[in-house]
């Protein structure tokens, strides 16, 4: 049963880090973060005054199979404290299947996106120059087309209201170290290879994703954030996907053509969305999530 949806948390009894986009950070002490997922949308960067109802828990639900799926590629930042056992009582509504309690690491300056078929700003910027963030591709692709290996295009971690900017491996190396780099491009082929085959053999193609990582006091490459989710990725119906258009999809592919369609600037303040979309968003977000995990899990 859908729970009311939560836009903004309001824990008194933990320091407040931040409030990014989605979610809610509060710390735990010195060495590990308190993680809400709210039911808060962005789209072009931009947060939405409209909430996305069950959206927050499942991001959250989605990301923990993915970081217990993957934990043989690379560690992760989760830890075994229980959300519920770090705020008060009255406070554990909010945190209740929406929340991890995080390892604190320090965070790469990057956004580690890899993408299998060509869509989004890949498509726009292979379309004027036959590449994607310096990396040359045949000629004649498609819209929505398979690429012959999955390539990695990182681009730069944006504060709040900002974007992100698709950069090359070369400025990645210079902000992270060639090592560093080097070790992130062949962590995230590998995250996404076994992901995307997976999901396949669910009806879902993963067409491209961004993963997070940080470093432990070791100097550890961790895993961080989220993983996999209509969020951070483009999940498309492998039944329906023809390349040459966009093919349907389970995530905010589904509230951006509305947003196209409305004439929205793209900047804020962002414009309240329909029932309709609002709805339609939840929807294919539990979609994907049921594709996925099956047998299905009620929220």
């Not at 560093?180 to 995307?196: D, G, I, Q």
Request: charged share 25%; with cysteine.
């Amino acid at each position: 049963m859908s729970s009311p949806p939560l836009q903004t948390t309001s824990i008194a009894s933990l320091p407040l880090v931040a409030r990014g986009k989605v979610r809610d950070i509060y710390a735990v002490g010195d060495t590990h973060l308190l993680l809400v997922t709210t039911d808060r949308l962005s789209a072009f960067d931009v947060v939405f005054p409209t909430p996305i109802p069950d959206k927050g828990r499942i991001l959250n639900a989605m990301s923990l199979f993915w970081f217990n799926h993957l934990s043989a590629v690379v560690p992760n930042h989760l830890s075994d404290i229980d959300p519920e056992d770090v705020v008060l009582p009255e406070e554990r509504d909010q945190v209740r299947g929406r929340s991890v309690v995080a390892k604190k690491l320090y965070p790469l300056p990057v956004e580690a996106v890899v993408r299998g078929y060509l869509e989004g700003s890949g498509w726009k910027e292979y379309q004027t120059g036959g590449h994607v963030c310096g990396i040359s591709l045949p000629p004649g692709l498609k819209r929505a087309d398979r690429l012959p290996d999955a390539i990695f295009t990182p681009a730069t971690k944006a504060e709040l209201g900002a974007h992100d900017e698709n950069i090359t491996f070369e400025a990645m190396e210079e902000a992270l170290g060639g090592g560093m780099a080097r070790e992130v491009r062949s962590l995230s082929l590998t995250l996404y290879k076994a992901a995307a085959e997976y999901a396949l053999s669910r009806g879902i193609i993963i067409a491209d994703t961004k993963f997070e990582f940080g470093l432990d006091d070791e100097g550890q490459v961790t895993l961080m954030d989220e993983v996999l989710t209509p969020d951070s990725s483009r999940f498309w119906s492998a039944n329906s996907w023809k390349p040459g258009i966009s093919p349907d999809s389970f995530d905010k592919q589904f509230v951006r053509n509305w947003l196209e369609s409305t004439g929205w600037d793209k900047c804020p303040p962002a414009p309240v969305l329909p029932d309709e979309i609002a709805l339609g968003t939840a929807a294919r977000y539990l979609e994907a999530f049921d594709r996925l995990t099956r047998p299905a899990t009620t929220f």
